[in-house]
């Protein structure tokens, strides 16, 4: 009998940490099932240069976070995406799941569910901390860094000490009802248009071993929440090799358009054959064509849940194109590119704000 007793402890210990299994379908859509439609934006505060700045101790900022998920509220806006980065994590674990935890709670007091985002392959690949950068005048995202940065990408074992992030992060909050997904890789293979001094053929490959590490990682802190990836480019019909691990390794899908309506219905009438929920996590430039009025009563129709790029002008400096890195802006571009509000709380266009609160139902 104790020999039984024993083996049936084991067993059970055993199966509660065998990693979690990628949702079926039908799991995913009963989960969405249960969902508002969810809206909101890709979220930093005005007060931070990247999300490296976010998330530091010393300018962790929740009141001005307070204050913008005030208007977020305001809008209707029930979820926002959030970047994370594995530097607060190295230099302070303990303290960045607090600051996690604070960020949470004034989410929950503003009634917004965030997706969290743990590596980005976008813009500065030689993340350090400390004191970030000022930015630099009238250029987009002039101090965003990436997660890991190349140092770590292009070395698969320092690859393995983001383990303890991702696993830690997930572990902590695996069973939070304030969070709603997670978003694993943010656009692996961007090679940030030459902006900057990277060879595809070097980090790609490396880009696309940390995307299939993250969601192992992933699967075994076992979250209650659904994992994802989101796709950005290419041809959604016929899938390239990280769509591919993207897309099947996702409980609900998750990809960017930055187009007007047309290309926004191809690429979800491409992905409805994966029969789960999908999510556009980035949309809205205005010169391409991508605005509120264009495709989000679209994305009501059809329940895809949307994610605009930007919230608030400020340090991020969205409200300009990308082609700021080479073209030279003096002023306010006429349109804003991303963002919603000026850094005071007053509406770009109070037509979008109308727009947005008559979609969501707020008065």
């Known amino acids: ?18 990693p979690s299994k990628q949702w079926t379908p039908e799991e995913a859509n009963a989960w969405y099932a249960k969902q508002p439609w969810l809206v909101g934006s890709n979220y930093v505060p005005a007060t931070a240069i990247s999300q490296l700045e976010m998330w530091q101790a ?11 998920l005030g208007w977020a509220e305001s809008l209707g806006f029930n979820t926002m995406r959030v970047f994370l980065h594995d530097i607060p994590w190295k230099t302070d674990s303990a303290g960045f799941l607090k600051r996690i935890d604070t960020f949470l709670d004034i989410a929950k007091k503003h009634k917004i569910r965030p997706m969290f ?82 060879d595809p ?72 054959k994966y029969n789960r929920p999908i999510m556009c996590s980035e949309y809205m430039a205005r010169p391409e064509g991508s605005t509120f009025q264009a495709v989000l009563p679209y994305f009501k129709e059809q ?20 082609d700021s890195w080479t073209k030279e802006y003096k002023s306010e571009p006429d349109p804003w590119f991303h963002d919603i509000f000026r850094g005071d709380g007053t509406p770009y266009k109070e037509d979008e704000v109308k727009l947005i609160r008559s979609l969501t139902g707020k008065k």
């Open 1 to 18: 009998m104790k020999k039984s007793l024993l083996l049936l402890i084991a067993g059970s210990l055993l199966a509660q940490a065998a």
């Open 201 to 272: 053929n070097q980090k790609f490959p490396k880009a696309l071993m940390l995307v299939k590490k993250a969601f192992e990682w992933a699967r075994e802190a076992n979250p209650s929440q659904p994992l994802s990836s989101g796709i950005w480019i290419g041809d959604f019909a016929n899938p390239n090799e990280f769509q591919k691990t993207q897309l099947e390794s996702s409980d609900i899908i998750n990809f960017h358009c930055y187009n007007g309506l047309v290309e926004t219905q191809s690429k979800v009438d491409a992905l409805r």
């Open 58 to 68: 010393e300018t962790f900022d929740p009141k001005r976070i307070d204050l913008e």
């Open 303 to 322: 329940k895809v849940i949307a994610m605009n790029w930007g919230f608030v002008d400020g340090k991020s400096q969205t409200i300009y194109p990308w």
């Open 117 to 198: 985002v743990f590596f980005d392959s976008c813009w500065n690949p030689e993340p350090k901390a400390g004191k970030q950068p000022d930015p630099k005048p009238h250029v987009h995202n002039s101090g965003w860094v990436q997660s890991p940065g190349w140092e770590i990408l292009q070395d698969p074992a320092k690859q393995d000490t983001l383990k303890p992030y991702v696993v830690g992060v997930i572990s902590h909050f695996k069973d939070d009802k304030r969070i709603l997904a997670w978003d694993l890789y943010n656009e692996p293979n961007n090679e940030n248009g030459g902006r900057f001094k990277e």
